[in-house]
């Protein structure tokens, strides 16, 4: 595909004023002199508008964005302070002005996050500004009112206010002031306020988006890593209570019946008979308990760490699994491994394996935990049927969807990464890498 195909519909139209804004260059310098005027108006909002999309696209951070467009628009307009104020709501207690560029020589006396109490004439250029889309000229050599105090204070002797109302929250004014004299705004000067608005409030409705979806996005993991955290809590009180309190009691009654089979020799063999089968069943509820004591939270990993407490869980898994072959390659001492990653290794393999048995058919299963150039790799592999990552990531409908989805944030909440390498009918490879400590090698390439 050629450059020219390639390029996205704003990076085109961008191009094309580019394009314009030569033309006209030329013109005025090859023109007719009766053109000239026309000319100059034409160039001078093109190259304008050309420098307030330059800002734009140079910057992806809202707060260097927004306040790099403020220099660019007092340039602009050769003004002394230029600024955008929030929220433009004549019923709200306060307001702030988070986004400003001044001259040295009139600097605004207050902070970008400070907030200042509402007063009525504040309110009142909000409700005029708000009633149209036009910008809105203040001062004594303008028909409208004279500036605010607020404004004032800040030697402003003359100013051009416009509502700005992105696509989401509350809407913004923006704003000129002219401290030097007065001052008198010129329709064309008034016409390109307007137009450039547009485009501001365009960008500033993209970045509000994007910083409203990051928040939730970090809201979102924080809450997640806390589910987790209180899951871990949850798992280990259940468990202990499992091993206090009914493993202790079904301890006792298997005890007492071997005790009465003891002291009962003479009795009839059905007696003896009926007595073994309860002690049985009894060793059989005790396994049970066992096995899910340590799905919960197994004792040897708060005692002895997380490789003691995944062979003991590749046991149980063997035992369940009878028909899967379970080859086993941890090859890293319990010293190498943080303390807070144990619980999510361990975890992650637990979920691993236990979609491994369900769902993939197989008949081996290869568990890995290793270190590789300074980073903590755990890897489980089958020979199974496999499965398409990404259509079961993106419809997580069935229970190994909803596993691997759970799986894939544990591991970023962690400070992994994890990588899934599927196809059907080719097996599968679960691997999560965790950093330790700097290193050459490129975990993106390690993945």
């Known amino acids: 595909m ?36 026309e000319v100059r108006r034409q160039l001078r909002y093109l190259e304008s508008t050309a420098l307030i999309d330059k800002a734009i696209r140079e910057n992806t951070d809202m707060d260097r ?34 986004y400003r560029s001044v001259d040295p020589a009139y600097p605004i006396n207050f902070g970008p996050e400070e907030a200042l109490p509402q007063t009525e004439d504040l309110a009142e250029n909000f409700r005029l500004a708000l009633k149209t889309p036009e910008p809105l000229p203040l001062g004594k050599e303008n028909s409208v009112k004279e500036v605010p105090r607020e404004a004032a204070e800040v030697e402003a002797k003359a ?16 704003g000129l002031h002219h401290c030097s004299g007065e001052r008198t705004w010129t329709v064309e000067e008034k016409r390109m306020y307007q137009d450039i608005t547009g485009r501001i409030a365009d960008a500033l409705s993209a970045t509000l988006f994007y910083r409203n979806l990051e928040e939730n996005r970090q809201r979102l993991k924080h809450l997640s890593s806390q589910l987790f955290r209180s899951q871990e809590e949850e798992r280990r009180r259940v468990a202990g209570e ?52 340590t799905a919960l939270f197994p004792p040897t990993l708060r005692d002895f760490g997380v490789t003691n407490a995944l062979n003991g869980f590749l046991d ?71 499965f398409d990552p990404k259509k079961t990531l993106r419809y997580p409908d069935t229970r190994l969807g909803l596993g691997l989805t759970s799986m894939k944030e544990r591991a970023e909440l962690s400070g992994g990464l994890l990588k899934i390498d599927a196809r059907p009918g080719r097996g599968t490879t ?12 490129d975990v993106a390439r390690m993945l």
């Open 430 to 441: 679960i691997r999560v890498i965790w950093r330790l400590e700097e290193s050459p090698w």
């Open 65 to 98: 964005m927004m306040n790099g467009l403020m220099e660019v628009i007092r340039d602009i307009f050769g003004c002394d302070q230029a600024w955008l104020l929030h929220p433009c709501d004549p019923d709200a207690d306060s307001w702030h002005v988070p």
């Open 159 to 174: 100013a051009l206010l416009i509502a700005l109302h992105p696509k989401l929250g509350s809407p913004w004014l923006m």
């Open 2 to 37: 050629d450059k020219d195909n390639s390029l996205s519909k704003s990076e085109l139209l961008y191009e094309l004023r580019l394009q314009r804004l030569e033309n006209l260059r030329l013109r005025e310098r090859l023109g007719p002199c009766g053109e000239a005027p």
């Open 316 to 386: 149980d898994f063997s035992n369940i699994y009878s028909t899967m072959e379970v080859r086993r390659q941890i090859r890293i001492n319990e010293e190498l491994i943080p303390e807070q990653l144990r619980t999510p290794i361990f975890r992650l393999a637990q979920e691993a394996l236990y979609n491994a048995g369900r769902h993939s058919g197989g008949d081996t299963v290869t568990v890995g935990l290793d270190h590789r150039c300074g980073s903590l790799v755990l890897e489980i592999e089958d020979n199974g049927v496999g």
């Open 242 to 293: 499992i091993h206090d309190e009914v493993g202790q009691s079904i301890l006792a009654i298997k005890i007492g019946i071997e005790n009465a089979l003891f002291l009962l020799e003479d009795a009839q063999e059905s007696a003896k008979n009926s007595l073994r089968s309860a002690s049985n069943l009894s060793r059989e509820v005790i396994d049970t308990i066992r096995r899910m004591q």
